[in-house]
């Protein structure tokens, strides 16, 4: 998640470049020297961001951006956060009366700093924020493939399933105000390691540290092809939740152990 975390904020960095711009807009050489430093900023953290987002298209298959329905989420709070204060705007200036052209002159700073604000967050959270999570969520798929490479089947266990992790989604770990609300997030892999493909249906039971039973879930019946691997995911729908955000479960305390049974034919 750092990584994901420093590329959000070097992409507020060239918008705080503009507004401090935007603040001395009457010297124009601040002005210009502030816009290139902003522009050259904002190609190479962007350009990164097309990179990563692009490699992670090719290579795993991963959409370029995110759900519709996430995106859709965020516009519409983005314009109902500009909405808001432009309705604060307009009703704090009602008892000043001045022409059009001075209301503008007066207020527009603010309008076009938070207009800016909104689109950059929005941006942020379409292009740049979703590489930072493709590049954690790969990681910990590599983790998952590492696990049942080291599995031992036995001859009459075709399929292998591993618990390969259990984290919480917030900026530390160590700091009980950002993680007391926070689920963790679980994701189970399984292997078919048989030499044909299987058809499985799974019950998984999720242990905390007390050894105590914190939820259980169907699975399947789901298609694994000959050694094939594959996370355990519940029936997501596909425009209103990103790949990358996809997870077995999520529960209240960490998870430390699974116990699971199956059926296949």
Same mark, same amino acid.
């Given at each position: 998640?750092?990584?994901?975390?420093?590329?959000?904020?070097?992409?507020?960095?060239?918008? *705080?470049?503009?507004? %401090? !711009?935007?603040?001395?807009?009457?010297?124009?050489?601040?002005?210009?020297? #502030? =816009?290139? +430093?902003?522009?050259?900023?904002?190609?190479?953290?962007?350009?990164?961001?097309?990179?990563?987002?692009?490699?992670?298209?090719?290579?795993?298959?991963?959409?370029?951006?995110?759900?519709?329905?996430?995106?859709?989420?965020?516009?519409?709070?983005?314009?109902?956060?500009?909405?808001?204060?432009?309705?604060?705007?307009?009703?704090?200036?009602?008892?000043?009366?001045?022409? *059009?052209?001075?209301? %503008? !002159?007066?207020?527009?700073?603010?309008?076009?700093?938070?207009?800016?604000? #909104? =689109?950059? +967050?929005?941006?942020?959270?379409?292009?740049?924020?979703?590489?930072?999570?493709?590049?954690?969520?790969?990681?910990?798929?590599?983790?998952?493939?590492?696990?049942?490479?080291?599995?031992?089947?036995?001859?009459?266990?075709?399929?292998?399933?591993?618990?390969?992790?259990?984290?919480?989604?917030?900026?530390?770990?160590?700091?009980?105000?950002?993680?007391?609300?926070?689920?963790?997030?679980?994701?189970?892999?399984?292997?078919?390691?048989?030499?044909?493909?299987?058809?499985?249906?799974?019950?998984?039971?999720?242990?905390?540290?007390?050894?105590?039973?914190?939820?259980?879930?169907?699975?399947?019946?789901?298609?694994?092809?000959?050694?094939?691997?594959?996370?355990?995911?519940?029936?997501?729908?596909?425009?209103?939740?990103?790949?990358?955000?996809?997870?077995?479960?999520?529960?209240?305390?960490?998870?430390?152990?699974?116990?699971?049974?199956?059926?296949?034919?």
């Amino acid at each position: 998640m750092i990584f994901t975390y420093l590329l959000m904020l070097a992409g507020l960095v060239p918008m *705080i470049l503009f507004l %401090f !711009a935007l603040k001395e807009h009457r010297h124009y050489r601040i002005l210009l020297r #502030c =816009l290139c +430093i902003s522009l050259v900023i904002w190609l190479f953290v962007y350009g990164i961001a097309t990179m990563v987002n692009f490699h992670y298209w090719s290579a795993h298959e991963m959409p370029f951006f995110p759900a519709w329905g996430e995106i859709n989420i965020m516009f519409f709070l983005m314009v109902g956060i500009f909405a808001i204060i432009f309705a604060i705007v307009v009703v704090t200036s009602l008892p000043i009366r001045v022409s *059009i052209g001075e209301w %503008f !002159a007066q207020y527009g700073k603010v309008l076009v700093a938070m207009g800016m604000f #909104c =689109l950059t +967050i929005l941006i942020i959270f379409i292009f740049i924020m979703p590489a930072g999570q493709k590049y954690a969520y790969s990681l910990v798929l590599d983790k998952g493939h590492r696990q049942l490479a080291q599995v031992i089947p036995a001859a009459d266990d075709p399929v292998s399933v591993v618990l390969v992790t259990s984290e919480q989604n917030c900026f530390s770990r160590s700091s009980s105000s950002s993680c007391r609300d926070s689920y963790y997030e679980n994701l189970v892999m399984a292997k078919n390691n048989h030499s044909q493909g299987l058809w499985v249906q799974m019950e998984i039971a999720f242990f905390n540290s007390r050894n105590e039973v914190m939820d259980v879930m169907q699975y399947g019946p789901v298609y694994f092809a000959a050694g094939e691997t594959k996370p355990i995911l519940p029936e997501y729908e596909a425009d209103q939740t990103s790949v990358w955000n996809r997870w077995t479960n999520h529960t209240k305390r960490q998870t430390t152990d699974i116990q699971y049974r199956y059926a296949w034919q």
